[in-house]
C-alpha cells in the first residue's frame, strides 16, 4: 500500500497547525505547499480523508508573530485559535539575517534570541494545543553536548525546560552527539540524517559520478563523523577512509584548541573522487584541511557534503579552494538560513529539505510510525538504479 494511501484510512491526531517562526517562514512556506497539495489530492480519492474537519485546507500555516518593545524584549502572539490543534513549530535558530532595535541600536538575532522567541510562542498557546512538536534542525547548543570541565550543559537543559513547558517530541537534525537525547529519557527525540537527499543531490549535479569502490571513496574529516561515513559506505558499497585531529592542548585559540595537523587513515586514494561527509561546515577551515589533504594524496574530485553550511567566517577560503582545484562541489541543506552569496556559488549545491519535513509532519499528524521515513536504505537502492549506478 502507498504511503499516501495508507494515512488517508487513517484519522489524524487533531487539525494540523504549523507555525513557521520568522526564522523559518521560507521553509515553513514550502512544507505548507507540499502539505496542501497531497491533502487535496488525498481528499478528492478518499472519503474518509475529506470527512475530517479541516483536513483539507488552503494552508496550514498559523499565524503568529514576536514583536519587539525599544527596550529589546518581546512577547509571542499567536493570532489564531489553537484549541485541540496537533502543532508542529518550525525554528531555525542560525537565522542570524533577522535584526532588531534595542534603544535605537540595531542587533543580529543570535541562537538565544530564536530560542526565546520559541518559548515565547509555545508559552502563547497556554496549554490548549493537543499536541506540540519543535522542529529545530540545528539542535540549540548542540555543541555543548557535554561537560569537559566546570562548564555549563545548555543543550540537556534547553531539552528539559522545553519538555516542561509542554512539548511533546522534538525533531533534529544530524545532532553533533545524538546521546544529548539522554536528557528527556521519557519524551520523543528524533534526529534525522539527510543521507538520501545528499545522494540524490550528487547524483543529479555531477554527471560523471561513478558509484563504485574503484571511483568513490567516502572520507570522515574526524574521529565524530565515522558513524555518517560508515553508513555512506554500507549503503553505496565503497571504502571509508578517515582523519584524525592531533591538538595543541596546550593554548587555546578562538574558544578551542588549535589543530596541529590532520592524520589519515585509510586506502589508497590515488585517482578517485572523494566525499567529505560532515555535520556542519563552520569557518570552514578543516573542510579544506582537508581537502588539502587528500590532493597531496592525489584524489580526484573532491565534494564537500555537510548537514549545515553555517560559513562563519564567509565564502572567501572555498572560493580560493575552488579556484586552486581543492573542492569540486560543496552540498549543504536550507535546513538553516542561507545567504546570497552562498547561493550564487557556481560549485555550491542546496540540498532542498523541505519535501522530507513535510513527510515527517504528515505522517506524524496521521499518528503513524516515521521508521520508514527516518532509514532511507531503500530510497538510496531506487535512485541508484535510476541513475544508472545499480543493476
Not at 351 to 375: G, R, W
Amino acid at each position: 500500500m502507498k504511503r499516501h494511501d495508507k494515512l488517508a484510512e487513517t484519522m489524524p491526531v487533531g487539525p494540523l497547525g504549523i507555525i513557521a517562526l520568522e526564522s523559518s517562514q521560507e521553509m515553513g512556506q514550502r512544507v505548507n505547499d507540499y502539505i496542501v497539495g497531497w491533502r487535496h489530492s488525498r481528499a478528492k480519492r478518499h472519503t474518509a480523508a475529506s470527512s475530517f474537519a479541516g483536513y483539507n485546507k488552503d494552508s496550514f500555516i498559523v499565524s503568529s508573530a514576536c514583536p519587539r518593545f525599544g527596550s529589546g524584549e518581546a512577547k509571542g502572539i499567536i493570532n489564531e485559535s489553537v484549541r485541540g490543534d496537533d502543532l508542529y513549530l518550525l525554528v531555525d535558530i542560525c537565522n542570524y539575517s533577522l535584526t532588531y532595535t534595542v534603544c535605537g541600536h540595531t542587533n543580529h538575532m543570535s541562537p538565544d534570541d530564536h530560542y526565546q522567541d520559541l518559548k515565547r510562542i509555545i508559552a502563547a498557546a497556554g496549554g490548549k494545543a493537543r499536541r506540540i512538536t519543535v522542529i529545530m534542525p540545528f539542535l540549540y547548543e548542540s555543541r555543548q553536548h557535554r561537560r569537559s570541565a566546570r562548564e555549563s550543559l545548555d543543550c540537556a537543559l534547553a531539552l528539559q525546560e522545553l519538555m516542561q513547558m509542554g512539548v511533546e517530541s522534538i525533531i533534529t537534525f544530524d545532532t553533533h552527539d545524538p546521546r544529548v537525547q539522554n536528557a528527556i529519557p521519557l519524551k520523543s527525540f528524533e534526529t534525522v540524517q539527510p543521507t538520501y537527499q545528499f545522494i540524490k543531490a550528487l547524483l543529479k549535479n555531477v554527471d560523471d559520478l561513478t558509484v563504485n569502490a574503484d571511483h568513490l571513496m567516502v572520507i570522515s574529516p574526524d574521529e565524530g563523523a565515522m558513524e555518517r561515513a560508515v553508513y555512506y559506505s554500507n549503503v553505496l558499497g565503497i571504502d571509508i577512509g578517515m582523519f584524525y585531529k592531533r591538538r595543541d592542548y596546550s593554548r587555546i585559540v578562538g574558544g578551542r584548541n588549535p589543530i596541529i595537523a590532520h592524520e589519515f587513515l585509510g586506502s589508497d586514494l590515488e585517482g578517485k573522487d572523494v566525499i567529505i561527509i560532515d555535520d556542519m561546515i563552520s569557518s570552514g577551515e578543516s573542510m579544506i584541511d582537508v581537502a588539502t589533504e587528500l590532493k597531496r594524496r592525489k584524489a580526484k574530485r573532491i565534494f564537500a557534503a555537510s548537514t549545515f553550511g553555517l560559513f562563519t567566517n564567509g565564502m572567501e577560503k572555498f572560493d580560493e579552494a575552488h579556484e586552486k582545484g581543492l573542492i569540486d562541489k560543496v552540498l549543504t541543506t536550507n535546513l538553516v538560513y542561507q545567504p546570497k552569496e552562498v547561493l550564487d556559488r557556481d560549485y555550491y549545491v542546496n540540498v532542498d529539505m523541505s519535501k522530507y519535513i513535510a513527510l515527517l509532519i504528515d505522517t506524524l499528524n496521521h499518528d503513524q510510525s516515521i521508521s520508514e521515513l527516518l532509514n532511507p536504505t531503500e530510497r538510496i537502492q531506487s535512485i541508484l538504479k535510476k541513475y544508472g549506478q545499480k543493476k
